[in-house]
């Protein structure tokens, strides 16, 4: 499993034009060793996926599980790879804030188009940077979007509002 790091950009290899239209297909597999954060030594985690501060996608709870395994996958239309995915954990508590369980960036100017990749995202809390959250894995691919599909994305964004990321749930 390839991992990038959550503390710093994974570098730009190559050359790819980072405002042209992409399409970023995630799968988001599963978490490994997630933090206990409800008292029975469990916690009830879900995922959070944010791009440019707005949230783009939010995965199942999976109930008492620090190993949960999600198998969701999402297909995201991004126009900016200088922008990195934001992905929080938090623990479901019932009629209560929501625990905080961890967070990774994933540098997008670091993908390669059309190779499909496993990644391991490290969680950290920035406020305790030494202390192991676990981690979740993934796969990604990032494809590129023709200008067709930019120019109906164009016209949605002028029917809807100013959002530059579509989110689309396959099953």
Same mark, same amino acid.
């Given at each position: 499993?390839?991992?990038?790091?959550?503390?710093?950009?994974?570098?730009?290899?190559?050359?790819?034009?980072?405002?042209a239209?992409?399409?970023?297909?995630?799968?988001?597999?599963?978490?490994?060793? /997630?933090?206990?954060?409800?008292?029975?030594?469990?916690?009830?985690?879900?995922?959070?996926?944010?791009?440019?501060?707005?949230?783009?996608? *939010?995965? +199942?709870?999976?109930?008492?599980?620090?190993?949960?395994?999600?198998?969701? *996958?999402?297909c995201?239309?991004?126009?900016?790879?200088q922008?990195?995915?934001?992905?929080?954990?938090?623990?479901?508590?019932?009629?209560?804030?929501?625990?905080?369980?961890?967070?990774?960036?994933?540098? /997008?100017?670091?993908?390669?188009?059309? *190779?499909?990749?496993?990644?391991?995202?490290?969680?950290?809390?920035?406020?305790?940077?030494?202390?192991?959250?676990?981690?979740?894995?993934?796969?990604?691919? /990032?494809?590129?979007?023709?200008?067709?599909? *930019?120019?109906?994305?164009?016209?949605?964004?002028?029917?809807?509002? +100013?959002?530059?990321? +579509?989110?689309?749930?396959?099953?």
């Amino acid at each position: 499993i390839f991992g990038i790091n959550a503390a710093g950009n994974g570098g730009t290899q190559h050359s790819l034009p980072t405002s042209a239209m992409y399409q970023l297909d995630i799968v988001l597999k599963k978490g490994n060793n /997630l933090a206990i954060r409800d008292r029975g030594g469990t916690s009830d985690p879900y995922v959070k996926f944010k791009i440019a501060g707005k949230e783009v996608f *939010r995965s +199942k709870i999976i109930h008492k599980n620090l190993n949960p395994v999600w198998d969701e *996958r999402v297909c995201l239309i991004v126009d900016n790879l200088q922008e990195p995915l934001y992905f929080k954990v938090f623990d479901y508590d019932f009629g209560l804030q929501d625990d905080f369980m961890g967070s990774a960036y994933l540098y /997008l100017d670091s993908l390669e188009l059309q *190779r499909p990749l496993d990644v391991r995202l490290d969680l950290q809390d920035p406020h305790c940077p030494d202390q192991d959250l676990g981690s979740l894995e993934l796969a990604v691919t /990032l494809f590129p979007r023709s200008t067709e599909d *930019r120019e109906a994305l164009r016209q949605d964004e002028q029917r809807f509002s +100013k959002v530059t990321v +579509k989110t689309f749930i396959m099953f």
